[in-house]
């Protein structure tokens, strides 16, 4: 698998799980009612950011790895 593949499904698919299964978890501890559907905007909101943030940290790492 390239590094951008890598990188990219890190911050696409690996941070908005992650996040989402932390604001799940933090509900839960709360007492709140689950309603799996009100995640969704939260899921796709920040796998939508991590387009953009997977694709300057794929060139942040090209640019460290052209300077070595």
Same mark, same amino acid.
């Given at each position: 698998m390239s /590094? =951008?593949? *890598?990188? +990219?499904l !890190? &911050? #696409?698919v690996g !941070?908005? #799980?992650f996040v989402t299964v932390m604001l799940v978890l933090? $509900?839960? =501890? %709360?007492g709140r009612d689950l309603v799996l559907v009100s &995640? #969704?905007?939260? !899921? /796709?909101g920040i796998a939508t950011g991590g387009i953009i943030a997977g694709f300057? +940290?794929?060139? #942040? *790492? *090209? !640019? %460290?790895?052209? $300077?070595a």
């Open positions: /590094s =951008f593949a *890598k990188t +990219m !890190l &911050y #696409v !941070l908005p #799980v933090t $509900d839960v =501890f %709360r &995640y #969704v905007p939260n !899921l /796709s300057v +940290m794929h060139n #942040v *790492k *090209k !640019l %460290r790895e052209g $300077d």
